[in-house]
């Protein structure tokens, strides 16, 4: 049975407006879910797949009338981001000790009137405390747990361009009335605060003097440089400008997805590779950012999490910097007697060498992009090490990882230029389809009559 087969409802008095008994239709019977282990994300998962916009709390046996036949699920157990409920985890259907006087609810809210604003005497300058305004009232957010993450999505929500840092209780003026949110964790990459995980609307154990607050900024800050004496060949120490100061970023963690991240903001092609403490020259003055943790992809370096502008344990000798290329010179080849009818060696052309790729994680994915990028239709199979012959000299890529959707091998994420811990015969190789043949039929092909 697939998913599709497995729909939801509300039962009770207000149930039409979003508030009832959860009723679960499976093998052509509705049936309800008991409460073990019923909580805030579960309710989430309900109300999503409802056609809701929010949960407000999970319900328990006693706050929603009790239902009657079959109880369906016990122990589910959400993460909260699931879009249907049976992907889940629970006990088995109708595997339960439950009776209905247990049976579980939610309630849900589907308003589109859940806004913030901060509070304080600076919040022109957009410092304050966090007020969230839900169902027809203001109220504050308890500063359990409440870190930088959350001030950036609470900040670009506000319309500003980052967050500075996170307030506690003690840095933003009390408030009063109702507390909302407690134990508010967001990744930092959410469009609003209500995409991020909570204990649940009113759900605290707070007082005001605990009441979570941000200090943002709208200034155009985002500025990169390279500082010192290769800097104009694209090679240098990383800096920031922020709130009118240019200062560094500290080498906790810096890796080449950083630097990728960083080359492509200054406009350069990629990274060749990160440098760190003692490979660029000593900086001065403010050190901006440390643990930056980049996936790669982003166009922004502040789109990478960080610890906070100005939280650091360093020193200016543990500046980070990088080395970026500019020129469209990378290019590829196929070596090997076969490589003329697509299939050999794949060797890459960079800073005036070709070099191979080690084959650690080579897949089919990594041969589709490499085919395409050679004019070929597709890829038949990817090839490692003794299915193509050894190459020599440099071994220039390795940990390639393409999604296969990319136009150019250069687009998928790897170790860095010259970053390996291969030899020759361990060598990425592929196997191409050129125009006119069909792929799957190849596949297919290779996969009854292997030799």
């Known amino acids: 049975m697939s998913l599709a087969d497995i729909t939801l409802r509300l039962q009770g008095s207000l149930s039409q407006y979003g508030t009832g ?4 239709f499976f093998n052509g019977q509705w049936g309800t879910i008991c409460d073990d282990g019923w909580d805030f994300k579960d309710a989430r998962v309900v109300c999503r797949q409802l056609g809701y916009q929010f949960a407000v709390r999970a319900l328990y046996g006693g706050q929603v009338p009790h239902g009657s036949g079959r109880i369906w699920l016990n122990e589910v157990e959400c993460k909260g981001m699931e879009q249907n409920l049976l992907s889940c985890s629970h006990s088995g259907w109708e595997q339960n000790y439950c009776s209905h006087d247990q049976d579980a609810g939610v309630e849900c809210v589907s308003t589109a009137d859940i806004l913030l604003r901060l509070q ?3 919040i022109k300058n957009g410092t304050g405390r966090v007020e969230v305004f839900f169902n027809g009232q203001w109220g504050t957010i308890c500063d359990y747990g409440w870190d930088f993450k959350d001030a950036e999505v609470v900040c670009r929500q506000l319309g500003y361009l980052d967050a500075v840092r996170a307030l506690h209780g003690g840095e933003v003026p009390h408030g009063s009335g109702r507390i909302w949110l407690d134990e508010v964790e967001c990744k930092g990459m ?24 941000v200090e943002c900024v709208s200034t155009a800050y985002k500025t990169l440089r390279l500082q010192g004496s290769l800097s104009k060949n694209g090679t240098g120490r990383v800096e920031v400008f922020f709130y009118g100061q240019w200062g560094t970023i500290c080498d906790d963690g810096w890796d080449f997805k950083d630097a990728r991240v960083v080359c492509r903001q200054l406009g350069y092609q990629d990274a060749v590779r990160a440098l760190r403490g003692g490979q660029v020259p000593d900086g001065s003055g403010r050190i901006w950012l440390d643990e930056v943790g980049c996936k790669g992809m982003e166009q922004n370096l502040l789109r990478c999490s960080h610890s906070g502008w100005g939280k650091h344990a360093c020193s200016h000798d543990e500046d980070a910097g990088v080395e970026c290329f500019s020129t469209a010179n990378v290019t ?27 084959d650690d994680g080579w ?13 070929y239709q597709g890829a038949v199979r990817a ?30 994420s790897h170790a860095g230029w010259g970053e390996h811990d291969c030899s020759h015969d361990e060598n990425a190789g592929v196997e191409c389809v050129s125009t006119g043949k069909d792929t799957r039929n190849e596949r297919v092909k290779l996969a009854l009559c292997p030799n």
């Open 21 to 24: 008994r959860v009723e679960v």
């Open 120 to 122: 304080g005497s600076l």
């Open 190 to 213: 959410e469009q609003n605060l209500m995409s991020c995980s909570h204990r649940g609307w009113g759900e605290n154990y707070c007082s005001h003097d605990q009441d979570a607050g």
């Open 363 to 375: 897949d089919f994915k990594d041969a589709e992009v490499v085919c395409r990028q050679l004019g």
């Open 332 to 358: 590829l080849r196929l070596q090997g007697s076969l490589s003329e009818n697509g299939r050999g060696r794949v060797e890459v052309f960079f800073n005036g060498r070709w070099g191979t790729i080690c």
């Open 383 to 412: 090839l490692r090490g003794s299915e193509v012959p050894n190459g020599s000299a440099r071994v220039w890529l390795d940990e390639v990882e393409c999604k296969g959707m990319e136009q150019n091998l250069i687009s998928c």
